[in-house]
């Protein structure tokens, strides 16, 4: 009886030759059907070992076979070191930083891993560069073109007392909050005791020596403390203060048919749109606004026109007015309110402020009392130029991103400086437009961006080409 062994080899018999029937046509060939390809196989597994050992030999006695970047318009690192060269008139020159390797070579080239038997035997020349040039920059896809923010929030030193810290958000906006939209807010800046009306995204100042007047006129509104950089980055509007003519008290001939009318007396003519008032000067009859007519009611100097009582105003009937030598009113932007405001303000007059810019326009919307992100040491600035220029106190920034800005003075400036903002918050100004292609961010079109925002942020070296290619000091 057959046993289990005989029955396998059996049935392995079979099985080859039903295989060989179906691959040769025949059950039983002189040669295994798939000899031959094994045998290829193994034979080309020979020959490529043979190659790469011929390739290893090779290598090793004439080393150095990489010459790419002999080409001069790429940015090489040393495998072994991580030493950063660029290649230019025959030399091998270390460089500073990544920023600088490109606006020497002139474009945003590749960056070549080299060895350092590929480098061996090349002339060297001096190390080149910016001292403090960006030694990274994101790729265009990761540069960042929504709005800044910049806010003031409450914060204490480091005796405990109470202060105010600003914070600038590049493109980014913070969440929830209140928008300022047809109110008004008076604020003093902490640093300075400087007092300001903030209204329609302009800031009004109203000078030391005026804030007892124009307090009186604002019936004792609160006041918001904020810092130094929120109030410097919003755009200037007139000022707040009494006019003073000159002469008070002495006779003016400006309303017809009222030979006793004094110059710093108030008249007012009723319409169907309300009151409209007046200043008599020496030389005309001054068209005021409300708030304006408050302000002068609280100025001293003008109960001269009024026998020593608080001053008020006179009516007057349209046709004295329509005779009389009227000056053209003003349509000057960032006028002072017409009207007085509804006022507002952060809780307890210390919560948190924010002015939201939108690209393309130099005038804030007002946020009051939005959610912050939690404070970061890593992103605190010097607070202060070495020229006194007040900095924010922080910068946010998404880690990996940049900004590419153009600086503008006004909506109606022309072009100004560009600067690439890294998120290590500073920002670096290009010595000609053009350089955003060496940078490799041709395609993007700078962000017009207000010049007193950008001035909050610590200023880095300038990006210049024949800079670059200086030795370092």
Known sequence: MATRKDQLQSHQFSVQRMVSALVTRETDPEQPPFKRATSAAFGGVAIMILALAVVWVYGMVVPGGNKAWSKGDSVI???????????????????????????????????????????????????????????????????????????????????????????????????????????????????????????????????????????????????????????????????????????????????????????????????????????????????????????????????????????????????????????????????????????????DGIGTVCAMFTPGQSLPAILIDPAMPLPDAMTATTKRTRRDTVLADRILITPGTAAVVESRPSDRAPAGTISVITDMGRAYPLSDPKLIQTLGYGAVKPIPIPAALIARIPQGPGLNPTTAIQPVP
């Open 77 to 347: 690192v040393e495998k072994e070191t991580g030493t950063r060269y660029v290649y230019l008139d025959g030399h091998l020159h270390p460089v500073a930083n990544y920023v600088s390797a490109l606006l020497a070579i002139g474009k945003r080239g590749q960056t070549l891993r080299v060895s350092q038997r590929s480098l061996a035997g090349v002339p060297r020349g001096p190390r080149i560069g910016i001292q403090d040039a960006p030694d990274a920059l994101p790729p265009a896809s990761k540069l960042l073109g929504g709005g800044w923010t910049l806010c003031s929030q409450p914060s204490h030193d480091q005796a405990g007392t109470r202060t105010s810290e600003s914070v600038l958000m590049i493109g980014q906006r913070p969440d929830a909050g209140t928008p300022m939209t047809e109110d008004a807010m008076l604020v003093q800046v902490l640093e300075t005791g400087d007092q300001y009306l903030l209204s329609e995204g302009y800031r009004h100042r109203i000078a030391k020596n005026d804030v007892a007047t124009v307090a009186v006129a604002l019936h004792s509104q609160p006041v918001t403390r904020v810092g130094a950089a929120f109030v410097a980055a919003l755009p200037d509007g007139q000022p707040i203060a009494p006019l003073r003519p000159a002469e008070v008290g002495t006779p003016t001939g400006v309303v017809p048919g009222r030979p006793k009318t004094l110059v710093g007396q108030l008249f007012f003519v009723q319409t169907s749109a309300g009151r409209q008032y007046y200043l008599a000067t020496k030389k005309a009859l001054l068209p005021i606004s409300e708030v304006q007519y408050d302000i002068q009611r609280a100025y001293g100097p003008l109960k001269a026109a009024y026998n020593g009582k608080s001053p008020t105003a006179i009516e007057l009937n349209l046709t004295a007015v329509s005779e009389a030598e009227l000056p053209a009113v003003s349509t000057e932007e960032g006028a002072v309110p017409r009207d007085w405001p509804r006022f507002v303000g952060p809780r």
